[in-house]
């Protein structure tokens, strides 16, 4: 099955030994030819440091690098400076975000909304940079609303953005129901979906906790069914995704961008159960 625009999401290690393993992990799954590779921007600014390293790691690499930028907390200075290493480094992809706020902080910063940080690009860098932005079909955990949520995401695109990757999900009506949502306000550019990799039940129900993702009903409790048994949750968790994969590919979304977790397995195995299919 053809995957259109294929990419990867890593984060930047802590350690020695976690660069060696996510720099194996990477030359794994550049057989598969992603467009691009994003790496993660902590709150607050807390792994900017390991964001470049790792970003100049896959650039040296030979692949396209997008480092996520997110503007919680900074100043219009500070973005500008950042703006300007990025494009001394050869970077051409930013993932632009709002950005997680730290416990017990207010909305401080010069930037309110990611389509704040989407016009100043704009404004500081002209077409310099390839902007992607973050979608969220079951609605931002912040949103008022749905319509809310819209809207804002509307003034994302209409500020700059070229496209968007959404938040992971495992209801593909949830997906489609958006982006025909997204197409009527007028936004034409590609929403491709955020996939998840199910290897470990409670770190998916964590994570999800934290990010507002839902985890349907029926797959929390297979889940659960099954324990300590890792085989079982894992080729549970892969026909569970691959099937999720192959119905938005069918259905029109313009590919799929996997949350690697530093782990080159997972996606490995979701692409071969997509070729087979």
């Excluded at 020695?16 to 590779?37: I, V, W």
């Excluded at 390293?53 to 503007?71: D, K, N, W, Y």
């Excluded at 100043?75 to 300007?84: D, G, K």
Aim: net charge negative; aromatic share 10%; hydrophobic share 40%.
């Amino acid at each position: 099955m053809g995957i259109g625009h294929l990419s990867f999401e890593f984060f930047p290690p802590k350690t020695s030994e976690g660069a060696a393993k996510l720099a194996a992990a990477r030359q794994r799954l550049y057989a598969h030819e992603p467009e691009f590779c994003s790496v993660t921007f902590g709150a607050g600014g807390s792994t900017q440091e390991g964001t470049l390293q790792t970003v100049r790691a896959i650039q040296a690499e030979g692949m396209t690098a997008a480092p996520h930028l997110s503007c919680v907390g900074a100043s219009r200075t500070s973005v500008a400076q950042l703006l300007q290493l990025y494009r001394d480094e050869g970077i051409r992809r930013i993932v632009a975000l709002r950005g997680d706020l730290p416990s017990g902080y207010g909305l401080g910063g010069e930037f309110h909304h990611a389509s704040d940080l989407v016009t100043f690009i704009r404004e500081q860098t002209g077409d310099a940079f390839h902007i992607e932005v973050a979608a969220y079909p079951e609605m931002h955990p912040q949103a008022r609303s749905p319509q809310d949520d819209l809207t804002h995401f509307a003034q994302k695109m209409r500020a700059g953005a070229n496209s968007a990757i959404t938040q992971y999900f495992f209801n593909a009506d949830a997906y489609f129901h958006f982006r025909d949502e997204a197409f009527a306000a007028g936004i034409e550019a590609p929403i491709v979906p955020g996939i998840m990799p199910i290897t470990s039940a409670s770190q998916l129900l964590r994570f999800s906790d934290m990010c507002g993702a839902e985890v349907p009903r029926w797959i929390r409790l297979r889940l659960q069914s099954f324990g300590d048994d890792r085989a079982s949750i894992t080729a549970f968790g892969r026909e569970v995704v691959a099937t999720l994969c192959e119905r938005l590919l069918r259905g029109g979304a313009p590919g799929l961008h996997v949350y690697t977790l530093n782990q080159a397995e997972p996606a490995l195995a979701l692409l071969e159960d997509l070729g087979t299919r």
